[in-house]
């Protein structure tokens, strides 16, 4: 499977926009980008996904780079409840569902 | 919709006990999962179910059991519990459909074993 890179951690201060990126150099033709996230003590919740087209969903949106090897979450106005990790996950449209999760990026949002 | 609910919440081990993770979901989702997460890292993915009476091994499937008997439950079962096991477990369901993506997951089971 194709593995992704994302920055350990971030920070952004509330009500501004968060751009978070992620990697995918390996990325095959195939691959689906998803983004989900985990709240503190929570289990993870779906954000969104794409295939090559910008996305954008109530939650945030999601532009992919026309070579397909990044990808940036976007959160247009960070909120406390947005403070979680965030994982870039690549699914092979051909696979079962399973979801190969990495570190993720750590989101810290100041008041 | 209660979506996908997990029992215990928490729970303590001896090594060498048994015990089973309970996982059930009411959205008639076909395709079901059990992930672990230790601290400070992503999920792994324990096993799955494409639908009742079919499961399959996932990254790590060592020391679990699991079965589907039903659409709804996808019961964890671990034997002779070691300290390697102690994390944070995750059950999680997708409809199953090829334009069904998401993956909607239960709160976790918290163990421990001593």
């Known amino acids: 499977d194709a593995k992704t890179t994302q920055p350990n951690s971030m920070e952004s201060n509330e009500e501004e926009p968060v751009h978070l990126p992620c990697n995918h150099s390996t990325i095959s033709g195939t691959d689906y980008i998803h983004w989900y996230r985990q709240l503190p003590s929570q289990g993870p919740e779906y954000v969104i996904h794409?295939?090559?087209s910008n996305v954008n969903n109530r939650m945030a949106s999601l532009a992919i780079a026309e070579d397909r090897k990044s990808s940036t979450l976007i959160l247009h106005r960070a909120t406390l409840r947005d403070a979680a990790v965030y994982y870039c996950?690549?699914?092979?449209?051909?696979?079962?569902?399973?979801?190969?999760f990495g570190k993720g990026t750590k989101l810290s949002v100041k008041p | 919709n209660a979506g996908v609910t997990q029992t215990p919440k928490f729970r303590i081990l001896k090594i060498g006990q048994s015990m089973t993770l309970q996982c059930t979901q009411d959205?008639?989702?076909?395709?079901m999962y059990w992930y672990r997460q230790d601290p400070g890292m992503g999920l792994k993915l324990i096993y799955y179910?494409?639908?009742?009476?079919?499961?399959d091994k996932g990254e790590v499937p060592n020391g679990y059991n699991v079965s589907r008997s039903t659409t709804e439950d996808f019961p964890l079962r671990l034997e002779l519990a070691a300290p390697s096991q102690t994390s944070v477990y995750f059950c999680a369901s997708r409809l199953g459909l090829a334009v069904s993506y998401e993956q909607y997951f239960g709160p976790g089971t918290r163990l421990t074993v001593t």
């Open positions: 794409g295939l090559t």
């Open positions: 179910s494409v639908g009742a009476g079919i499961t």
């Open positions: 996950i690549l699914r092979d449209r051909r696979s079962q569902g399973n979801l190969i």
């Open positions: 959205m008639n989702h076909n395709y």
